[in-house]
């Protein structure tokens, strides 16, 4: 199968709304471990790039970022394949170590073998936001994902997300308060 080649537009001074999903659509951010691992690994990247983090969800089968780029120059093709990289193989050397049925579980044929496969393959979804109201009404789209599914009445009850953190100190820290 071949997938669809996203062209990521690294423009100055330029939001990036980022979107991707599981493996197969797959709920593997129901388990708590990796949900606190991607927090960790987001931060890691995040500081290492240069990016802030104005809004986040992780979705139990998909992700949604807001991110500003600080650099000139930068790359959010190379963000995302250090972030999903990162992510992907320290879950795997955990899932080795502590449950192998279910570490056996997330292995997929892969170019001829058994690989540890977390994440869709393909481009996701990239949109760049140039305004300050577009970049608000994004931040609250992607903190209002699960209340729209129904998993929660408000975003800031949501533990996987930029409102819960922002509202009870948890999780990664988000840069959205300088645009609101």
């Known amino acids: 199968m071949k997938f669809k080649k996203l062209k ?39 500081s290492e790039e240069n990016i802030l983090l104005l809004a986040y969800v992780l979705m139990p089968n998909h992700v949604h970022l807001l991110v500003l780029p600080q650099k000139e120059l930068y790359s959010i093709s190379r963000f995302l394949k ?13 899932l080795r170590e502590t449950d192998v049925e279910v570490y056996r579980s997330y292995l997929a044929e ?11 393959r393909g481009g996701g979804y990239d949109r ?37 953190s922002r509202k009870n100190g948890e999780g990664i820290r988000s840069d959205s308060l300088m645009f609101l």
């Open 8 to 46: 990521h537009y690294n423009n100055t001074v330029t939001c990036h709304e980022l979107t991707f999903s599981c493996y197969h659509n797959r709920n593997y951010l129901t388990d708590n471990r990796l949900c606190d691992l991607f927090e960790e690994v987001l931060s890691e990247v995040l």
């Open 128 to 164: 760049n936001i140039y305004s300050k109201e577009a970049i608000i009404s994004s931040m609250q789209y992607i903190e209002a994902n699960p209340v729209r599914k129904s998993m929660v009445t408000m975003p800031v009850e949501y533990r996987w997300s930029s409102a819960y």
């Open 110 to 120: 892969f170019r001829g073998s058994n690989s540890f496969i977390l994440w869709q």
């Open 82 to 94: 250090l972030l999903k990289g990162r992510v992907s193989n320290r879950y795997s050397k955990i």
